[in-house]
């Protein structure tokens, strides 16, 4: 039987030429872990799935169906809440890391000197602390790394995310949607298994360096939550897609999530963060607001 022939196969087959394609980055960022083009070279491991996918069930390309096409940036609320939801959400994360963790969680106003004791905390070179350092000269740093990280998320780290986003977003979830599954099974399974692919990663410490291997079984339920508000902004319609939406609130997440590092201090990387304990806990909130609100029912719940 040709796997390809079932929605569960090709779903299958999908995962496992994402996991292949992003092994070959992941094989020179273990000699460079610090090299970000090799990083966004691994997170363009599910595009190429998806591209590949594409060619071998439609002998094609179907752009239009996975999501990809111009759209000019309009302040409509999909745009707003992938814009906006991390900045908002990251200090939130912040506070719930206090009040779950008050003797180790330290809150500062001080955001310079608080992210000089944070940079000490990872092992950041002498040279990259100098050079942060110096930056830190300009006043009201709180406002500047706000609209560093809003115009960051929208531009350079869009782009970066959107190989995931056309392999996840566009690709899975269009599988998914076609096999006839329900909303909740389309955001469970697409999370768990984006999760699930980031676990070589994880493996050697990326965003769990102090706890690697509850790090592997933390970040899917993170994704889980993630994907309930990247699947809102991705599904324009009943039988449309469009991953603008998804690259940039994958973007802001990226651009965000060293945001607390301004304003706390203590802990590892569980009570503290925006993949910690607590911030698994805010974003399943926000999942469930994704769901429940008003938008989300006119779109979702008619299938």
């Not at 096999?179 to 298994?193: A, E």
């Not at 603008?244 to 607390?260: C, D, K, L």
Request: aromatic share 12%.
């Amino acid at each position: 039987m040709n796997i390809l022939e079932s929605k569960l196969g090709q779903g299958v087959a999908f995962f496992g030429l994402a996991s292949a394609y992003s092994a070959i980055p992941f094989y020179f960022w273990r000699q460079q872990p610090k090299n970000s083009l090799i990083l966004v070279a691994y997170m363009y491991g599910p595009a190429a799935a998806a591209l590949t996918m594409e060619k071998l069930i439609h002998g094609k390309i179907r752009w239009e169906q996975l999501g990809v096409r111009w759209q000019r940036p309009t302040l409509t609320w999909r745009f707003l809440v992938s814009t906006l939801t991390p900045l908002v959400v990251s200090p939130i994360i912040t506070l719930v890391s206090k009040f779950m963790f008050p003797n180790i969680i330290t809150l500062s106003a001080n955001a310079g000197d608080t992210l000089l004791q944070n940079l000490d905390r990872y092992g950041v070179s002498q040279e990259q602390k100098e050079k942060a350092q110096q930056s830190l000269v300009v006043k009201n740093i709180v406002p500047v790394a706000i609209l560093g990280g809003l115009s960051a998320g929208m531009t350079i780290n869009a782009v970066a995310a959107f190989g995931e986003e056309l392999g996840w977003r566009g690709c899975l979830l269009l599988l998914l949607k076609d096999s006839g599954l329900s909303l909740w099974q389309r955001v469970t399974i697409s999370g768990l298994l984006w999760g699930a692919w980031h676990w070589p990663l994880l493996y050697c410490g990326y965003n769990y360096p102090d706890h690697p291997k509850i790090g592997m079984a933390l970040f899917p339920v993170f994704c889980t939550a993630l994907s309930a508000v990247s699947t809102l902004v991705t599904e324009v319609s009943d039988s449309k897609l469009s991953l603008f939406n998804a690259s940039v609130f994958h973007g802001q997440i990226n651009a965000f999530g060293g945001f607390p590092l301004l304003f706390a201090t203590g802990g590892d990387d569980l009570p503290s963060g925006v993949c910690s304990i607590p911030g698994l806990g805010r974003w399943g909130l926000v999942r469930g607001f994704a769901v429940l609100s008003g938008p989300a029912n006119r779109i979702w719940f008619g299938d």
